[in-house]
């Protein structure tokens, strides 16, 4: 099972700050087979970001994503109100699928 | 509208059985990869079952093998998770989403669907 770390457990930033969160992987991730998911209190997650770097439908260009192999970055170049969430990186490239444990972006 | 709705979630004590139903539509639903993830309050996400588009493949997460059954009828847009001998830490939100493979990303998910297991 491949395990995912994310650091840090909580981001206190501001809005129109730059906000970096990492996810390591405690093996190689095949294909950059890594995903980023937003969770807002009482709503389902929404994928931001697939094969590390590459955009969802609809997500705005202040979302991006780098990393391959182990390590794997999501920055949101400047916080809008609404980036203030739950981000989970996945890995999807092989069973069991897993999720990190997430990182709480809040306001300062 | 592309649509994922999860239902049958309810309060069940422990050793039980439950089946949860996740409903499709606005897409071809017998293209698709289903997943189950569920989320315990107040904690993060557990990925627990998937299936193939054609129901040939199936994997699931140590925690549930042998306890769920993950299972489709594409005749109803439908998806199944046959839950049977229930424990509390089982508590949580159930979220149907699919992936256009097994391996994808989830790109659209259900509102849930609540399981509470309780005495």
């Known amino acids: 099972e491949i395990v995912l770390t994310q650091s840090p457990g909580t981001l206190s930033l501001s809005p129109g700050e730059r906000a970096t969160l990492s996810c390591r992987a405690s093996q190689s991730i095949s294909s950059s087979y890594l995903a980023w998911y937003q969770q807002k209190p009482g709503q389902a997650p929404r994928l931001l970001l697939y094969g590390a770097s590459s955009r969802a439908t609809g997500i705005p260009d202040r979302f991006s994503g780098s990393g391959s192999g182990t390590d794997f970055t999501l920055t949101i170049s400047r916080l809008e109100p609404e980036d203030f969430a739950v981000y989970y990186c996945?890995?999807?490239?092989?069973?069991?699928?897993?999720f990190g444990q997430g990182t709480k972006v809040e306001i300062k | 509208q592309v649509q994922l709705v999860e239902s049958g979630g309810s309060v069940v004590q422990p050793g039980r059985s439950l089946r949860l139903s996740c409903a499709a539509s606005?897409?071809?639903?017998?293209?698709?990869?289903i997943h189950w993830v569920r989320q315990a309050p107040g904690e993060g996400l557990e990925w627990v079952a998937v299936i193939s588009y054609d129901g040939n493949n199936k994997y699931y997460a140590d925690s549930v093998r042998g306890r769920f059954t993950i299972s489709r009828d594409n005749s109803k847009n439908t998806l199944y998770l046959q839950m049977n001998s229930l424990r509390a830490e089982d508590t949580a939100v159930y979220y149907c989403t699919r992936g256009v493979r097994t391996r994808a990303p989830f790109d659209i998910w259900g509102q849930g669907t609540m399981v509470t297991v309780s005495s």
């Open positions: 996945q890995q999807y490239g092989s069973s069991p699928w897993t």
């Open positions: 606005g897409f071809t639903f017998s293209s698709f990869a």
